[in-house]
Nanobody
Framework: QVRLVESGGGLVQAGGSLRLACVAS????????MGWFRQAPWKEREVVAG????????NYADSVKGRFTISRDNAKNTVYLQMNNLKPEDTAVYYC???????????????????WGQGTQVTVSS
């Protein structure tokens, strides 16, 4: 059974930092893109960041560029999201995603990923 398990969420004040981690089990994603999405209350799920299998390509939502950094450790089957200078509008449930197919591309839509974690709550207070 394939599982993506996120950790690192929590409550932080505006301007603070958090580091999310997502550990994959059940299969290897070393040749597939991985990423993060988020969903705030009463809003659609949106892409936050994605990373190619070899970390050669990354993409970010405009709203997080310069503040968030995505990285991965294929030896640990883990993807990370370092979030700095957090803002109240970053408050959301953050989901780890992974694609089942080997690819050098990095999808930016929900349909581009086959596996989803359960999510971790990030709350930023003003």
């Amino acid at each position: 059974q394939v599982r993506l398990v996120e950790s690192g969420g929590g409550l932080v004040q505006a301007g603070g930092s958090l580091r999310l981690a997502c550990v994959a089990s059940g299969r290897s994603f070393t040749t597939s893109p991985m990423g993060w999405f988020r969903q705030a209350p009463w809003k659609e799920r949106e892409v936050v960041a994605g990373i190619s299998w070899n970390s050669g390509r990354t993409n970010y939502a405009d709203s997080v560029k310069g503040r968030f950094t995505i990285s991965r450790d294929n030896a640990k089957n883990t993807v990370y999201l370092q979030m700095n200078n957090l803002k109240p509008e970053d408050t959301a449930v953050y989901y780890c995603v992974a694609d089942s197919s080997p690819s050098s591309l990095v999808p930016t839509s929900t349909s581009g990923y086959d596996y989803w974690g359960q999510g971790t709550q990030v709350t930023v207070s003003s």
